[in-house]
């Protein structure tokens, strides 16, 4: 294998024929042999406030609700001035 000498990062498609399609031109002139590594986001991440709303409504979480888990007032502790 031949001796990596620059690396460039862009964004592109694939479409429906299976085919990847860059979303601007390269900065290289061609034609050249090139080694192309995909990276595909995984599909099961969410976002913070989805999370967050997702367990809000979890009930794994309904022991919080109960009387003996709330266990702090608001004179509990001290107020933090920075």
Known sequence: MDKIE???ETTATINAKRQLVLDEPLPVAGP???RVIILLQEETDIDEKEWLKL???NNAFDFLKEPEEDIYTSFDGKS???
């Open 6 to 8: 620059k690396a460039i």
């Open 32 to 34: 050249q042999k090139v």
């Open 55 to 57: 367990a809000s409504v």
């Open 80 to 82: 933090f001035h920075d």
